[in-house]
């Protein structure tokens, strides 16, 4: 009997194995009649860089894709084109940002470019645009405002992507849009926008110096927000030393902000308030709506939370969500996959 149950437990592990296999999809030939971007590519048909990949793009409302294979491509890119669009990255694990293998890259400050928006690595102005399994990063640095992606389209969704960047990374400005199962790392303000309706959903969080994860711009008491549900704030490799205790949720951009975090895992040390005011003498806090629900991990032990900032009952919190973020019509565009 013993040497049957060690067999049956050594078979069901084998069987468990397998069903992982088979539950990690890979993503590493492109899908039928997507256009391929190639680094280095001497292949007819085929583009060296994803900005020649999108121009190539007829500007009409047929729906297309690109497929990126790895490697690093220094450059902008800016999409505009009418008709939906996919953009996939090669990946051995398409529900895991952790092996992208494509990467867009620019080190761009606003400062030079004109505006936040034009320093943006990646530059989205369409609705109905996807991208899966692609890092995007602005190498600038610490010192302005230096974006590495700037969203302006509605029904936009982000999947297994990362995010990389100092201060003000990602510019979630207008739109409807969801940020699902990726990585986004900044100091300052680094989630930000005026009107953008935006979802983050299982993401990774990485803070790599004292700042604020949001600094919302909403200028309106309208129904826009940053609604946040089950990600994780993590310091991230390479930090600035004196990081600890001098990061916050957000501060208030706009009079009307509006940020609510449920279920987040918190270990990069926050500070105690973890929320904090625009500026002293210019605080901004009498319209605003921090929400906050079930926060835990070493991060927010012991906290001591200002005035304008909400914990949400249960029944409140539930009103927050991808729906109340985005609207109620987000099945007919967000892939449930990544939910």
């Known amino acids: 009997m013993p040497t049957n149950i060690y067999a049956l437990a050594s078979s069901l592990a084998v069987a468990l194995s397998f069903c992982q ?29 994803v900005a020649s990949a999108v121009a190539a793009l007829p500007n009409d409302s047929s729906s297309r894709s690109i497929f990126v294979y790895p490697g690093t ?18 990946t051995n694990d398409t529900l895991s940002y952790s092996s992208n293998q494509a990467t867009i890259q620019a080190g761009i400050p606003a400062s030079s470019a004109g ?24 190498t600038y640095g610490p010192g302005t405002q230096a974006v590495a992606l700037s969203q302006y389209g509605s029904r936009v969704g982000f999947y297994a992507c990362g995010f990389y960047g100092y201060q003000d990374t990602l510019y979630a400005n207008a739109g409807t849009q969801v940020y699902l199962k990726g990585y986004i790392q900044g100091a300052t303000d680094f989630i930000f926008g005026r009107g953008g309706l935006a979802f983050f959903g299982g993401n990774t ?9 949001t600094a919302s711009g909403r200028e309106s008491n ?10 994780t704030i993590v310091l991230a490799s390479g930090a600035a030393s004196d990081t600890s205790g001098k990061v916050y949720f957000g501060r208030p951009w706009g009079a009307y902000a509006k940020v609510i975090f449920k279920n987040t895992v918190v270990t990069a040390p926050l500070n105690k308030a973890l929320w904090s005011v625009w500026n002293v003498g210019d605080e901004r806090t ?7 629900y079930n926060s835990s991990g070493s991060g927010v032990s012991a906290a001591s939370r200002p005035s304008f900032a909400t914990i949400l009952s249960t029944s409140q919190a539930a009103s927050y969500s991808i729906s109340s973020a985005v609207g109620n019509d987000y099945s007919s565009w967000v892939d449930a996959a990544y939910l």
């Open 21 to 49: 296999v088979v539950l990690t999809a890979t993503r590493t030939s492109p899908p039928p009649g997507a256009i391929v971007v190639r680094a280095g590519t001497t292949t007819s048909g085929e583009y060296k860089t």
């Open 286 to 292: 009498s319209n605003i709506f921090f929400g906050e």
């Open 115 to 138: 505006s936040n928006d034009a320093s943006g690595t990646l530059r989205i102005h369409k609705n109905d645009f996807k991208m899966y399994n692609v890092n995007v990063k602005n």
């Open 205 to 213: 969080i990485g803070v790599s110096g004292p700042g604020w994860v």
């Open 73 to 90: 491509y220094n450059e902008q890119v800016y999409i505009t084109r009418t008709g939906p669009l996919i953009i996939y990255g090669y």
């Open 222 to 231: 309208d129904a826009g927000s940053y609604v946040f549900d089950k990600n």
